[in-house]
Nanobody, 115 residues
């Protein structure tokens, strides 16, 4: 069973930056498209960005130009660099495969953007 461990979340001021990491156990990492998802308080979980096995990326409109997704297959890790953070980016961030997420999600990492 694949385990997903997200990290890097924190409290940051508007305009600040954070880098999230997601480590995936098991041997499936390199074959899949991976995505970062987020779930704001009281709202549904949405896809933020995704990256294919070949490195092609795609972003939700609300993060384009501010967030960058990357992957390191040697480390079984996917990253999300978040710049110019806004209060509306406050959410729990998760990684998982795309388009069909694995059944088991990680615990997520909390990002809070507030002054």
């Amino acid at each position: 069973q694949v385990q997903l461990v997200e990290s890097g979340g924190d409290l940051v001021q508007p305009g600040g930056s954070l880098r999230l990491s997601c480590a995936a156990s098991g041997s499936i990492f390199s074959r899949y498209t991976w995505g970062w998802y987020r779930q704001p308080p009281g709202k549904q979980r949405d896809l933020v960005a995704r990256i294919t096995s070949r490195g092609s990326t795609n972003y939700a409109d609300f993060v384009k130009g501010r967030f960058t997704i990357a992957r390191d297959s040697a480390k079984n890790t996917v990253y999300l660099q978040m710049n110019s953070l806004k209060p509306e980016d406050t959410a729990v961030y998760y990684c998982n495969t795309y388009p069909t997420p694995l059944r088991s999600w990680g615990q997520g990492t909390q990002v809070t953007v507030s002054s």
